[in-house]
């Protein structure tokens, strides 16, 4: 029997077949459960059915298997791979190798690349890839990728040979004659096919997956990263659509609209002619019910300053639902106005069917952003679940810059991470250690969440504004949010950490990058010299816990449960030690990859010497009930799939694919 889990529904049915077939929390007839796409379901849940591992054989988990991808480039570890019809594929390396793995022995099947290009050389996000994304053709299983480079791939998921009568001829030697659609020819600008579009105009790539949504590949898009550009021009990160099994171009989606589409008088200063950014370079969801694609988006060019783009900038910093088979938009909202602060949706919205008192049943879509809110909608009609307010925010006083007056902020549910920093949030262990960190913050502006960023000898004397969260969250890609169809609680991995930015002027930034992208320098541009505020104890300056899971219940918009996450670091104990203080799990700083089954929440980080682990939680209460050693900590994700009678997890440790089960799935072993 297979579990296939790709719709909303087929998530509940999955949960149903999985108990009839649970039998002392093990699958007795189950030989497998796949593991969809990268966060399983097109939901993005990251949930599986898979029950054989419980809390009581925890301890007996073992490593099965590691496969390395090192000759391939592969280093971040940032692919979870996907396990369909007994086979699991992932991508590898900066080249996006393409690989089918033996999911019992972690032997390589097939592997798959395009040749180099120019535009390939350039990207910023090449090992960014994140997975793939899987479809059928006339019954013939299909492989889909995006590569660096911006060519769309289809692959036959059986031989890994390019799919015929897929895409048109690329004119740059050495590639298929089909299985390839050069995604740039679509978006308007133009362009060389092997160097792409010119650097003085804009640079476009990927760094996730397409969706296959029915008939339809769709398929977002990044571009350089906002706080390494000095240039006010670019090309916007237009959503592009094609057959699955043709390759035929259907439909395009402007992110930044054109006069006459919604949204255009957003963009004052003519600045959807010339500017940019506004790319789904996180995955995006889909509700195949609905016939809806979910994309979040980041900010137009360029991160901290945008006096050039006056308005609040659509769509920009916002969750947008299409209609998969026109790209037509049937909601949007916009999480940040006018976004200067980096706070770019970070992961893929999350697919959840919730039970909310007064309201019923509710077919729910929540996006968990970098600034510790999760905003919950409607994911039909794009009503938010509970009121979002807009809130008066602190405005700018660098020269040029306008920001929106308010920004929208929910009553539920409560933030889940630190928003904005004072001194109250500075670390009070003893009267020293209080009056080092408020020494340590002396030079750098400290206010509320939406700091505005201040320019170098801004009047104040003060370095830097301090974001809190910074650009790097609370909440990030690095370790995506999780959630239980079978009680609608979500499970959110945040740390708490702050960034100082100070602004000079463009052309002086702009000396940082050795190929810019645009012609025209920003009147200010994120600059080198804002530093970090240091604690002379090496310890944080702000107060634990420095990393959490929150547990927040998404039927009623209330935190069930918050832990620390892993163990107090070896260099902060020493300090709680050598003075004698009780303060307890203070959590290591780290963002923690989960998964989530009907036994536990799995997460990865380590202990006070770093010895890596695998924790076992309690959903419940966050209780940690089992852990085991392993040989590296995960990132980017984790999953968790049943091949031939046995569940394993699966955890993306570096160059590695390290395959943790329990001893009777040990390749040589046979089946259940």
Request: proline share 9%; with cysteine; charged share 15%.
């Amino acid at each position: 029997m297979t579990i296939r889990v790709n719709t909303l529904q087929g998530l509940k049915s999955a949960v149903v077949a999985a108990l009839v077939f649970a039998c002392s929390g093990s699958l007795l007839a189950q030989d497998s459960v796949e593991w969809f796409s990268l966060g399983n379901d097109l939901g993005n849940t990251r949930y599986s059915p898979a029950s054989e591992i419980t809390i009581d054989n925890f301890d007996d988990l073992e490593v099965v298997w590691e496969w390395d991808g090192a000759s391939m480039g592969a280093s971040s570890g940032r692919a979870t791979p996907s396990y369909i019809n007994g086979v699991l594929y992932t991508v590898a390396g900066a080249r996006r190798h393409v690989v089918a793995i033996d999911p019992k022995t972690g032997e390589t099947m097939w592997s798959y690349r395009l040749p180099n290009t120019g535009r390939w050389e350039y990207s910023m996000r090449a090992d960014y890839g994140k997975g793939v994304a899987y479809g059928e053709v006339d019954g013939r299983g299909v492989i889909y990728i995006v590569t660096p480079g911006f060519f769309l791939v289809a692959l036959d998921a059986v031989t890994g040979t390019p799919l015929e009568g897929f895409g048109d001829p690329v004119p740059v030697d050495g590639f298929p004659d089909s299985g390839v659609v050069d995604l740039l020819a679509d978006l308007g600008h133009p362009y060389d096919p092997d160097e792409g579009i010119p650097l003085e105009v804009g640079y476009i790539t990927s760094s996730s997956p397409p969706v296959v949504v029915n008939d339809t590949v769709i398929v977002g898009n990044s571009a350089e990263q906002g706080y390494h550009q000095s240039r006010i021009e670019n090309v916007p990160g237009d959503i592009l659509a094609y057959d699955k099994a043709t390759g035929e171009f259907k439909w395009k989606f402007n992110v930044i609209p054109r006069p006459g589409e919604y949204g255009h008088e957003t963009w004052e200063n003519d600045a959807w002619e010339w500017t940019g950014d506004v790319s789904s370079w996180a995955p995006l969801s889909v509700d195949y019910d609905a016939n809806l694609v979910y994309v979040p988006t980041n900010g137009a060019t360029i991160d901290y300053y945008g006096g050039f783009r006056p308005g609040d900038n659509l769509f920009g910093t916002s969750l947008i639902a299409l209609d998969a088979d026109t790209g037509e938009r049937a909601w949007h909202f916009q999480m940040v106005h006018h976004d200067i602060w980096n706070y770019d949706n970070p992961m893929a919205p999350i697919l959840l069917d919730v039970n909310v008192p007064g309201q019923g049943e509710i077919p729910a879509v929540m996006q968990v952003t970098k600034q510790s809110f999760v905003y919950a909608f409607n994911r039909l009609t794009g009503e938010p679940i509970w009121p979002i307010e807009e809130r008066p925010v602190p405005q700018s006083t660098v020269p040029g810059e306008v920001l929106s007056p308010t920004q929208p902020f929910p009553t539920k549910p409560a933030p889940f991470d630190i928003q904005g920093i004072s001194v109250n949030d500075l670390v009070d262990w003893t009267p020293e250690l209080r009056q080092q960190a408020i020494n340590a913050m002396a030079d750098y502006m400290m206010g509320p969440l939406f700091l505005p960023p201040i320019q170098r000898g801004h009047e104040s004397g003060k370095r830097a504004a301090m974001f809190c969260p910074g650009g790097g969250g609370g909440a990030n890609i690095t370790a995506p949010a999780v959630a239980d169809p079978t009680t609608g609680v979500l499970y959110v991995s945040s740390r708490s950490a702050c960034s100082p930015v100070q602004l000079v002027p463009g052309e002086e930034a702009d000396l940082q990058y050795e190929l810019p992208t645009g012609t025209t320098y920003a009147q200010f541009a994120n600059g080198p010299g804002a530093g970090a505020p240091r604690h002379p104890a090496q310890i944080p300056y702000f107060k634990p816990p420095y990393s959490r899971i929150t547990a927040i219940n998404m039927n009623t918009g209330e935190h069930e449960w918050m832990i620390p996450t892993g163990k107090t670091p070896a260099r902060v104990q020493r300090v709680i030690d050598d003075n004698n203080l009780d303060v307890g799990n203070t959590g290591t700083g780290a963002l923690v990859p989960m998964t989530i089954t009907p036994n536990m929440l799995i997460y990865s980080d380590t202990e006070t010497d770093g010895t890596p682990m695998l924790y076992a939680v309690n959903k419940a209460t966050g209780e940690t009930e089992a852990a085991v050693e392993v040989p590296a900590r995960s990132r980017y994700g984790m999953s968790t799939w049943v091949h031939d009678g046995h569940q394993y997890i699966m955890l993306q440790t570096g160059s590695k694919l390290t395959a943790m089960a329990l001893p009777a799935a040990a390749p040589g072993v046979g089946g259940h």
